[in-house]
């Protein structure tokens, strides 16, 4: 159940009007990894993206992007079996700087700029406005998915209700 729930509300979202990289994309993916299996981790962010980019449209960095988010998931992992405040914060900083680093590498090399050392810093400049959106967001949105899943868990901790709505 929570994995089709983070599929959806993550293809929801990116329907939403929202400021340009304002995505919860990168959390679903760091929450993904520290409460579902590692397939499931993995296949959440492929999931919502693959079909929101089919409306939204394909381009030729999306094996970027998707790298981008599943590696997102691979740092999730480290959460598993210590959270904290600090550790989710940390992470979705460092999350949000490498889907930056790898997808506008991506852009640089699909000639979205010119294959110089210049077209790549100008490329990464021109990128910085994103970075900005995509942390806070990705901030944001880790702090309300942890925060959330934390306190509804420790409310049907035990009830029958736990069964359904904490596992993956």
């Known amino acids: ?3 089709f729930s983070l599929i959806i ?13 304002f995505t919860p994309i990168a959390a679903i993916a760091l929450f993904g990894g520290a409460y579902l299996s ?7 962010p492929l999931a919502l993206m693959i079909i929101s980019d089919l409306f939204i449209g394909m381009h030729n960095v999306v094996i ?11 740092l ?20 949000a700087f490498l889907f930056y680093l790898i997808s506008n590498f991506g852009v640089w090399m699909m000639g979205w700029y010119p294959r110089n050392l210049k077209g790549l ?18 901030l944001i949105y880790s ?3 942890f925060g959330s899943y934390e ?7 035990n009830t029958k209700f736990s069964r359904v709505l904490l596992s993956d």
């Open 143 to 145: 702090a309300v998915f």
């Open 64 to 74: 970027f992007t998707w790298g981008g988010f599943l590696l997102t998931s691979i």
């Open 121 to 138: 810093i100008d490329c990464y400049i021109m990128a910085l406005p994103f970075l900005r959106n995509f942390t806070a967001s990705t």
């Open 1 to 3: 159940m929570l994995v």
């Open 151 to 157: 306190l509804v868990a420790r409310l049907v901790k």
């Open 9 to 21: 509300i993550g293809i929801l979202l990116r329907f939403a009007p929202h400021a340009p990289n």
């Open 38 to 44: 590692k397939k499931h981790a993995l296949i959440v």
């Open 76 to 95: 999730g992992f480290s959460l598993k079996k210590h959270k904290s405040v600090y550790k989710i914060a940390g992470l979705s900083v460092v999350s």
